[in-house]
């Protein structure tokens, strides 16, 4: 099984939906982190989360909530999907420090149509 | 604003050829940058990572070189191969609040034809 685990892998949903990602880890790591990921523009920074109950907005948080059910879950909501926010979704964690290694899920393809 | 800057977007390398991809950043606190490969259908991998207080770190075919004072850092991969032909990213991050996110930069799509 995979240390990050997202699902799911692929959605299409309309525009106005509500619609939720989610992920789950088995690496006992701290911190979880979302990232969304365009052609030409990278990985940007929607959410983290040091634990529980220390949740932070990174840089394009505006349209996205998040939820930290347990250490090892964190989702991902999109309260009303635009079509803009078709794109890849990847969740990521990391051990406490400043050297350790990112682990990323296998990201989630979402489409709004 | 883009807080690491990475050239080229794209790059094809012949087999056996020195792939060179190069990265900026503007934020001197930053101190560990590590570098992601990603595959169609994967998400990213760490490769290769490095600490400010060293100016070059290798591993197998992968170096990377680190110009403090410049704040700019490449990697280089020698002897490229079509197995190496992937996405890659810089990136960067930052001992303060930010839960130690990664900033990325954009990405390099590197094509090694055989």
């Known amino acids: 099984d995979a240390d990050v685990t997202q699902t799911p892998r692929n959605r299409i949903t309309k525009t106005g939906k509500r619609i939720m990602l989610e992920c789950s880890q088995t690496?006992?790591?701290?911190?979880m982190y979302w990232y969304r990921q365009d052609p030409g523009l990278g990985l940007r920074l929607i959410y983290y989360?040091?634990?529980?109950?220390?949740?932070n907005k990174g840089e394009i948080s505006d349209g996205y909530s998040v939820s930290r059910q347990a250490q090892a879950k964190f989702s991902l909501s999109l309260e009303s999907a635009i079509p803009n926010q078709t794109a890849l979704y990847f969740c990521?964690?990391?051990?406490?420090?400043?050297?350790?290694?990112?682990?990323f899920g296998q990201g989630t393809r979402l489409t709004v149509v | 604003q883009q807080q690491v800057k990475q050239s080229p977007q794209s790059l094809i390398v012949q087999k056996g050829g020195i792939s060179i991809i190069n990265c900026a950043y503007e934020?001197?606190?930053?101190?560990?940058f590590p570098w992601y490969q990603q595959v169609p259908g994967k998400g990213p991998a760490l490769l290769i990572a490095?600490?400010?207080?060293?100016s070059e770190k290798k591993e197998g075919r992968f170096t990377i070189s680190f110009n403090k004072s410049a704040k700019q850092f490449s990697l280089h991969i020698m002897d490229s191969q079509p197995g190496d032909s992937a996405t890659y990213f810089c990136?960067?991050?930052?001992?303060?609040?930010?839960?130690?996110?990664?900033?990325f930069g954009k990405g390099t799509s590197l094509l090694v034809t055989p």
């Open positions: 990136a960067a991050t930052l001992n303060s609040n930010s839960g130690y996110a990664l900033n």
């Open positions: 934020n001197t606190a930053f101190d560990y």
């Open positions: 690496k006992g790591h701290d911190r």
């Open positions: 989360s040091f634990d529980v109950k220390d949740i």
């Open positions: 990521a964690t990391r051990a406490g420090g400043e050297y350790t290694e990112a682990f």
């Open positions: 490095i600490r400010p207080d060293v």
